[in-house]
């Protein structure tokens, strides 16, 4: 089944202390983007790839790391997390980049993230 | 930079009425997309429009893309309580490398 996985699903943390979210699609996709929903202001990208070893910030990228070292894989790092990072977080990929036609992004399940 | 306006940012509806949420960019679209979120979902893709002025159908659903390519609307026609969720529209940057997201639609149906 072509899907878009994500873990953890839910995540309680305290603030400084590192964590990852992993992202893995089996599609092949080249385009993965990693977005932040928070009420009101829909969803906001946080850094994207085009391809394997190519990665780029997007609107909201302070505080995040990400890495593309194999094509299906895109985690997402924060390396200090702070409160107002606390937010509902998703994954999602593509074939390829919002260039042209037949770009639809296949979305995770999301990981609700709370730092305290 | 580019900015998606979205409105209304709620619309409560009785089921069987018609709900409409409309879309506004900054600037030009080369395309739109627009996505449902079901509540406690992800966001699911519905549809992609291109030409200037095109309208396109999928059952009590009807996107519209404006002729000079920045504006669009959703229209569903006798709303179902499955219709419940957020509506986002969304367009690439001019470099085609990121996808902007308009702050959605919450469409609630009272059955």
């Known amino acids: 089944e072509a899907q878009v996985t994500q873990n953890p699903r839910y995540l309680i943390t305290v603030t400084g202390k590192k964590l990852t979210v992993t992202c893995s699609q089996n599609?092949?996709?080249?385009?993965m983007s990693w977005y932040r929903q928070d009420p009101g202001l829909g969803l906001r990208q946080i850094y994207y790839?085009?391809?394997?070893?190519?990665?780029d910030k997007g609107d909201v990228p302070e505080g995040y790391k990400v890495s593309r070292k194999e094509k299906r894989n895109f985690p997402l790092i924060l390396e200090s997390p702070s409160p107002n990072q606390t937010s509902l977080y998703f994954c999602?990929?593509?074939?390829?980049?919002?260039?042209?036609?037949?770009?639809?992004?296949?979305f995770g399940p999301g990981t609700r993230l709370t730092v305290t | 930079g580019q900015q998606v306006m979205q409105i209304p940012q709620y619309q409560h509806v009785q089921e069987g009425e018609d709900f409409t949420t409309y879309c506004n960019s900054s600037?030009?679209?080369?395309?739109i997309q627009w996505y449902k979120q079901r509540p406690g979902g992800h966001p699911v893709f519905l549809i992609q429009?291109?030409?200037?002025?095109e309208v396109k159908k999928q059952k009590r659903l009807t996107f519209q893309f404006g002729e000079a390519k920045k504006n669009s609307s959703l229209h569903i026609t006798a709303t179902q309580t499955t219709d419940v969720g957020t509506y986002f529209c969304?367009?690439?940057?001019?470099?085609?490398?990121?996808?902007?997201f308009g702050g959605g639609t919450r469409l609630m149906v009272k059955p």
């Open positions: 999602a990929s593509s074939i390829r980049s919002p260039s042209g036609v037949n770009y639809e992004q296949y």
């Open positions: 599609m092949n996709h080249e385009y």
């Open positions: 790839s085009m391809n394997v070893e190519v990665t």
């Open positions: 600037t030009t679209l080369s395309n």
């Open positions: 429009l291109v030409k200037s002025g």
């Open positions: 969304a367009g690439p940057n001019n470099a085609g490398n990121m996808l902007t």
